[in-house]
Structure formats: structure tokens, C-alpha cells
């Protein structure tokens, strides 16, 4: 069996989250900063292997209307950059409203602006990646 990774892309930071090998549960991973696209490569083909990924799930910003934007062109450019990278799957994900999700999160727990932006990124591929695991509860990677 393998993990899910959930990828909140960025053009400065990439919030990551996993699932458990059962893939119940998602949980908060890392905010990766990107580098240069052989360091970023690297990190990411050590990451899959040690962490056991089998899929990658890239969240996918639109509209409110369900349109895609610029962003969503971005984060599918990075998806099959991530997929060629790595030779995995990845499949795309409506993240509508997950970092705002995510920051009042963060704000009811009472943290600062800057323990907020220490987490906001991975804190918001959890909330994507376990909407994504809810979306496909009987599908086994």
C-alpha cells in the first residue's frame, strides 16, 4: 500500500500533507519552500520514496463559479511537472476556499500572524487532501 500526498502549489512555498496508509486520515506535512527546479526535484523524488507516495494530489484553484483561472493553468503546469518528476500520478482537486478555510483555523486557535504563516500552506493541502479522500472513499491507490 502507499500514501496520498496532498499538494497545495505555490510559486513561493508548496504546502504538503499525507494521508495514513489506509488513507483514512490526512495530516499536515510540510510547507516546502521552492528552490531551483533540480532542488525541488530532488526534494520531492526523496519525499515520494521515503515517505511512500503513490499519488499525488495537486489542488486545483477556480472560481467561485467552477471556472478555472491563470492559477489554475499554474497548478497544472506544476502538476505535470510533479508527475514527470517523480514518474506518479497526480490527479487535480477543487481547492476552492481552503487557505481561507485554513487561516480561520488558524485564527480561532489563537495564533499570531507569524505562527499563521508557518502553517497556513500545509494546513490547507489537509483540508484539500481530506476532501478529496471524502470524494473518493472507496478508491484504493
Known amino acids: 500500500m ?3 500526498a496532498g499538494i497545495d502549489y505555490g510559486t513561493v512555498r508548496v504546502g504538503i ?3 495514513d496508509i489506509d488513507h483514512m486520515f ?12 533540480e532542488q525541488d526535484a ?6 515520494a520514496k521515503d515517505e ?13 463559479d467552477g471556472n478555472e483561472s491563470q492559477k489554475s493553468d499554474e497548478a497544472r503546469q506544476y502538476g505535470r511537472w510533479l508527475e514527470e518528476t517523480t514518474e506518479l500520478p497526480v490527479e487535480f482537486f477543487d481547492e476552492r ?8 483555523v488558524l485564527i480561532d486557535a489563537g495564533l499570531t500572524s507569524k505562527q499563521r504563516k508557518a502553517r497556513l500552506d500545509k494546513l490547507a493541502a489537509q483540508i484539500m ?4 479522500l471524502e470524494a473518493h472513499t472507496n478508491r484504493q491507490v
Open 97 to 104: 476556499f481552503t487557505t481561507v478555510e485554513a487561516e480561520q
Open 2 to 4: 502507499s500514501r496520498i
Open 129 to 132: 487532501l481530506s476532501a478529496y
Open 17 to 19: 500533507a499525507v494521508t
Open 42 to 47: 530532488e526534494f520531492f523524488r526523496q519525499f
Open 26 to 37: 490526512a495530516s499536515p506535512y510540510e510547507n516546502y519552500t521552492r528552490r531551483s527546479s
Open 52 to 64: 511512500r507516495i503513490g499519488l499525488f494530489v495537486v489542488g486545483l484553484p477556480l472560481h467561485t
